[in-house]
């Protein structure tokens, strides 16, 4: 996996190799990074050449030995790393005040180790390999994943700079990370660590990055790379909704199912910082890591700093194969605990359905139906503590409210145990009202700067949590409930960005911004690592902290506030290039939405948020006997397959029209799978639709068939005279009534055939144009869609003969 050689390091994956070679002045050359090599081939042909001395060229000061001409320039080298003050005149990825009291900086090539497994970091969460982490054939540890450490010097400064590579072997995922140690007696300065950088070879690249905002998470952008520097970053203090830190790198030509496509990510939660820059001799060089943003962070003699744990990938195979990648090192290298690779349950979350207006007979009748229907988890959002009846008070207070729960939390949560539901709970401990006790207390566990009035988002305050008391205050409150009440599910919400960055506990608040991230890792840790059996569910205004540094705590996120399915397609669509399907929160609520007034049927709201960890956010109350038993045959369909839905092989469709999407979920070991067809938009006259299949196997007989769905008359409005041989009024009493209790449903098409056949497409039935209904008509509009449930039947027609 990781090999030494001729001063060639070459790390191999499965699929991928990354080589790079220590140059004879010591500095890392990167040679190639991409589709798997044969480890024995000379590196000559994939070296970038130096034949010549570019005009305008900064030489480094030793000249390579056998040559009579300089022709060293590190600004023309593809590095591993680069320093200040040598002629590399791209974007560094360290800026250090050195103990000389300068910023030049030239790190040197010492020696290295390999070790097997991972090395754990002493302060940030990291990935982690253990035998059960392993998917394939190979389970030995040195199989699984081997880490590389390499030593680098500044001789002059004696300032050490250690870099981590890790193999991830059965998932083609590296990771790197580094640290500086200060071994000399004047302190450094750090302004800029990044975990990682590297510089390839242009290839028409592109650039693809994930933002957006609240209630618009994650929408997939894109742009050539060209001359200067892009850069993907956060300055909330968190990961953000804005510009999330994973973000890929496409090579021209790059589609769902071909070409060459590389993918970063980052471990952590805090501001990040990634930067894509082509240089004028056409290299690219990527970085990633901690945001410089008001940092600044001090190393006296023989301090250490330690910069969180880059990850990423190669795929020559198109972007949903990337995908895989980060999706399989997600769920067996970094989701910890007992949810592990454990299928998510079917959950009711109250806060659509009431927000703060509610009591506890109301949540006991919302229960007793969520278990009717197949629930799983009851789980009570905001407004049970303090005086938080509305979103301007009660938040840092943990009591709870005695006017919704007259006999207790625990109380309330023995009920739904009993009733036969799990019970989840929401806090966001990380934030005070000014009207809490809380602060009318200690109003310096709040953030402030001096003189200044602090800056509020939703009525609220940050905790400080630099300082170690608002730590042991959140750690003990938290757990006092936990504990005390029963609670099986915890949603941590976070609902503002930072401001007034400033903790009187610090020496310099330079340091604020990464201090604080470090004291969240602390809490999260010492409530959740002693409490394994706890579903931790991260949210923050929906998906504003959507990372891996969550991800290393809280097997699932939610995803956005926006629960909109046409919103979500493009909201989890964008997210699974990075992120696992078993990690998203997806639930169900009511149409008109929320967030856009669109109304999209009942089986769009579930085909979508199936593909996730299903809930459902409503009051159940309205729902008429129909769309009742509509909600627990979804429900009842998702329990049966939902392993595929979480953790099966997850495919995006190649776009084949604008208004329409296809997503593919495929158990490979089962042979069977789900296909999500949807219609973000109705067309007239559009022709034909076909449904082209992923992951399959050619030879392999499979049959497919439309998940049968309700289609509720109402739906038809005026059109019913299609359907009904009686005319009727569409918003009369008649019309109303039957479709509270009558529904037809939506058209069925079954095809059984090879594997190869169902991927070259198959095209489907004709959609309702207004000339003819029947039960062959598929009836989408705008926002329709259907499931189609993939079956292999191994025992039946079974393989070709070949
Ligand atoms: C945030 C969350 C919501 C809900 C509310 C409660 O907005 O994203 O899901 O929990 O807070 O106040």
């Not at 600044?296 to 969180?308: I, Q, T």
Request: hydrophobic share 35%; glycine share 8%.
């Amino acid at each position: 996996m990781i090999h030494f050689t001729d001063n060639i390091f070459r790390l191999s994956t499965k699929k991928t190799s990354y080589w790079f070679q220590v140059t004879a002045h010591g500095h890392l050359e990167h040679i190639h990074y991409g589709q798997l090599l044969p480890d024995d081939q000379a590196v000559m042909p994939l070296l970038h050449k130096r034949t010549a001395e570019l005009g305008g060229s900064v030489m480094y000061p030793k000249r390579e030995a056998g040559r009579n001409i300089n022709f060293y320039c590190l600004d023309t080298l593809c590095l591993e790393w680069s320093g200040i003050g040598m002629g590399d005149y791209r974007h560094t990825p360290a800026e250090i005040k050195m103990p000389d009291g300068t910023f030049s900086a030239d790190f040197i090539y010492q020696s290295h180790i390999i070790t097997d497994g991972t090395v754990r970091m002493k302060t940030l969460p990291s990935a982690y390999c253990d035998s059960s982490g392993t998917t394939g054939e190979v389970n030995e540890l040195a199989a699984i994943c081997q880490t590389l450490t390499i030593t680098m010097l500044d001789e002059s400064n004696q300032v050490k700079l250690l870099l981590y590579y890790t193999v991830f072997y059965d998932t083609n995922v590296i990771t790197r990370r580094s640290v500086l140690i200060n071994e000399n007696k004047v302190p450094l300065t750090i302004r800029k660590l990044m975990s990682m950088s590297v510089d390839l070879p242009n290839d028409d690249f592109r650039l693809i990055t994930f933002d957006g905002g609240w209630i618009k998470e994650a929408h997939k952008h894109e742009r050539p790379v060209s001359y200067g520097i892009h850069v993907n970053s956060s300055t909330t203090g968190d990961s953000s909704n804005i510009h999330n830190p994973g973000f890929l790198i496409a090579s021209g030509d790059a589609t769902e199912s071909r070409g060459s496509v590389y993918g970063f990510n980052l471990i952590y939660s805090g501001n990040h910082y990634s930067a894509v820059e082509l240089s004028n001799h056409d290299l690219v060089r990527i970085q990633t890591g901690i945001n410089p943003y008001c940092f600044e962070w001090r190393l006296e003699e023989n301090e250490v700093y330690e910069a969180p744990e880059a990850f990423f990938t190669f795929s020559a195979e198109g972007f949903n194969d990337l995908s895989q990648n980060f999706h399989g090192f997600i769920n067996h290298h970094l989701i910890r605990g007992d949810w592990k690779g454990k299928e998510r349950p079917v959950l009711l979350n109250n806060w659509e359905a009431f927000f703060f207006r509610f009591t506890q007979l109301k949540l006991i009748k919302l229960a007793k139906r969520a278990k009717r229907i197949g629930v799983e988890l009851f789980v009570l959002d905001d407004g049970w503590f303090g005086k938080r009846n509305d979103d301007k008070a009660g938040l840092g207070d943990y009591d709870v409210n005695r006017k919704k729960f007259p006999r207790g939390l625990h109380a309330f949560s023995r009920r739904i145990h009993r009733m036969g539901l799990s019970f989840g709970l929401w806090f966001e401990p990380e934030m005070v009202n000014q009207d809490s006790n809380l602060f009318r207390t200690h109003p310096e566990y709040a953030l402030t700067t001096p003189g200044k009035t602090p800056a509020q988002g939703r009525n609220q305050l940050v905790l400080d949590l630099c300082n170690p008391a608002v730590r042991d205050y959140i750690v003990e409150n938290v757990t006092a409930i936990l504990d005390r009440c029963q609670v099986d599910y915890v949603k941590w919400d976070y609902n503002r960005h930072i401001s007034d960055a400033n903790s009187s506990t610090l020496p310099d608040q330079g340091r604020f911004f990464h201090s604080y991230i470090l004291g969240l890792y602390e809490v999260l840790d010492r409530i959740f690592t002693k409490r394994p059996h706890i579903l931790f569910e991260s949210c923050s205004s929906g998906g504003n902290r959507f990372d891996a540094g969550m991800l290393c705590f809280s097997p699932q996120i939610w995803t956005s506030d926006d629960t909109d399915p046409i919103e979500r397609l493009k909201i989890q669509g964008g997210l699974s290039y990075l992120y696992p399907l078993s990690a998203m929160g997806s639930h169900v609520s009511e149409a008109p939405h929320q967030q856009t007034l669109r109304d999209t049927p009942l089986a769009t709201r579930f085909n979508v948020a199936s593909f996730g960890c299903l809930g459902y956010e409503l009051d159940l109350k309205y729902l008429s006997r129909v769309q009742m038993k509509e909600v627990w045959e979804q429900i009842s369909f998702y329990k049966d397959h939902r392993r595929i839905f979480q953790y099966g092989r997850f495919f995006r469709g190649e776009p084949d029209k604008e208004n329409k999407v296809v997503w593919h979920c495929v158990d490979d070991e089962k042979g069977t799978g789900v296909s999500g067809f949807f219609q973000t938009q109705a067309k007239a006259g559009e022709g034909f639709d076909r449904l082209s299949l992923m992951g399959l196997k050619a030879g392999n007989q499979y049959r497919i068939k439309t998940r049968p769905q309700s289609l509720f008359i109402k739906r038809f409005g005026g059109l019913i005279k299609h359907i009904l041989p009686v005319t009727l009024n569409p918003e009369g009493f008649i019309l109303r009534t039957i479709n509270k209790v009558f529904c037809l449903t939506d058209c069925i098409e079954e095809y059984e055939a090879y594997g190869e056949v169902l991927m070259n497409g198959i095209l489907l039935n004709n959609q309702f144009v207004g000339s003819h209904y029947n039960e062959n008509t598929r009836l989408l509009g705008d926002f329709g869609s259907s499931l189609y449930l993939v079956e292999s039947d191994w025992k039946g027609i079974g393989q070709h003969e070949k």
